[in-house]
């Protein structure tokens, strides 16, 4: 048990934007002037930020709006968004399948936020103003793990009906896919088989658009929220690159 704990923090670590970037930080040269200068900047930032709350107040009332603006898109994909008449049944089935996942990320938010803003967030600052924004890029891709395994749950969904859809069409012409050969051979299907692949066939053909739609949604958010995370990894390289550029005209 222990060891997979050490083996979970270790796989954490190796992702962490926080740990590459201490890693980054003290590869270079002029390291104790780069830190001691960036730690500076860093309780600079800490003291703005704790005297218009941003640690306790600005970070619970994002994640609230962010968790009620996602509420309203799954209520806005259930009412025929964009004018496309959605299967009602799978519709329904789908949306609350993804709003019961909201409801227990929201009561798991509402027990973290707090020690997450004081603790990881206000203890970055002290390392450094670029370790700072790698922790807020941490930071955003913890809070932002549904909207990551919404973006997997659609994936897979999609996935599965298009190669089942493939199939089937494939089975509708006499044609069976051989995985022993790797080729696609010829099958003949009595009148019941043909049926049963027909009538599946159409079923996931009508079911196809309302899964992409959830699939489209999704992996725009999670496109966007990993846009948000590099930008952020940007801006702490270019301010720690700064830093080293001042210093090093300094000592040269």
């Given at each position: 048990?222990?060891?997979?704990l050490?083996?979970?923090?270790?796989?954490?670590a190796?992702?962490?934007?926080?740990?590459?970037?201490?890693?980054?930080?003290?590869?270079?040269?002029?390291?104790?002037?780069?830190?001691?200068?960036?730690?500076?900047?860093?309780?600079?930032?800490?003291?703005?930020?704790?005297?218009v709350?941003?640690?306790?107040?600005?970070?619970?009332?994002?994640?609230?709006?962010?968790?009620?603006?996602?509420?309203?898109?799954?209520?806005?994909?259930?009412?025929?968004?964009?004018?496309?008449?959605?299967?009602?049944?799978?519709?329904?089935?789908?949306?609350?399948?993804?709003v019961?996942?909201?409801?227990?990320?929201?009561?798991?938010?509402?027990?973290?936020?707090?020690?997450?803003?004081?603790?990881?967030i206000?203890?970055?600052?002290?390392?450094?103003?670029?370790v700072?924004?790698?922790?807020?890029?941490?930071?955003?891709?913890?809070?932002?793990?549904?909207?990551?395994c919404?973006h997997?749950?659609?994936?897979?969904?999609?996935?599965?009906?298009?190669?089942?859809?493939?199939?089937?069409?494939?089975?509708?012409?006499?044609?069976?896919?051989?995985?022993?050969?790797?080729?696609?051979?010829?099958?003949?299907?009595?009148?019941?088989?043909?049926?049963?692949?027909?009538?599946?066939?159409?079923?996931?053909?009508?079911?196809?658009?309302?899964?992409?739609?959830y699939?489209?949604?999704?992996s725009?958010?999670?496109?966007?929220?990993?846009a948000?995370?590099?930008?952020?990894?940007?801006?702490?390289?270019?301010?720690?690159?700064?830093?080293f550029?001042?210093?090093?005209?300094?000592?040269?």
């Amino acid at each position: 048990m222990l060891y997979q704990l050490i083996l979970l923090i270790a796989s954490v670590a190796k992702c962490s934007a926080v740990v590459s970037r201490l890693q980054c930080k003290w590869r270079g040269s002029c390291r104790t002037q780069r830190q001691i200068l960036d730690s500076v900047l860093g309780v600079i930032v800490w003291k703005e930020l704790t005297e218009v709350d941003f640690f306790s107040d600005y970070i619970w009332d994002g994640l609230s709006m962010m968790i009620t603006n996602l509420e309203e898109l799954i209520h806005w994909l259930t009412t025929y968004p964009a004018g496309l008449k959605l299967n009602s049944h799978l519709n329904a089935i789908l949306s609350q399948f993804f709003v019961y996942h909201i409801y227990l990320w929201q009561t798991y938010l509402s027990v973290a936020s707090v020690y997450i803003g004081f603790g990881f967030i206000s203890l970055s600052c002290f390392f450094g103003l670029s370790v700072f924004f790698a922790a807020l890029s941490d930071l955003l891709r913890l809070l932002t793990v549904h909207i990551y395994c919404f973006h997997i749950y659609a994936f897979k969904l999609a996935t599965l009906s298009v190669m089942s859809i493939k199939s089937l069409w494939r089975l509708f012409r006499g044609r069976k896919y051989n995985p022993l050969r790797q080729r696609v051979d010829s099958v003949k299907l009595d009148t019941r088989q043909l049926f049963i692949a027909t009538l599946f066939f159409i079923i996931l053909l009508f079911l196809l658009p309302t899964i992409l739609v959830y699939f489209f949604v999704f992996s725009s958010l999670h496109c966007g929220v990993r846009a948000m995370q590099m930008a952020l990894l940007l801006l702490s390289m270019v301010q720690d690159e700064i830093i080293f550029c001042v210093l090093k005209q300094h000592y040269n």
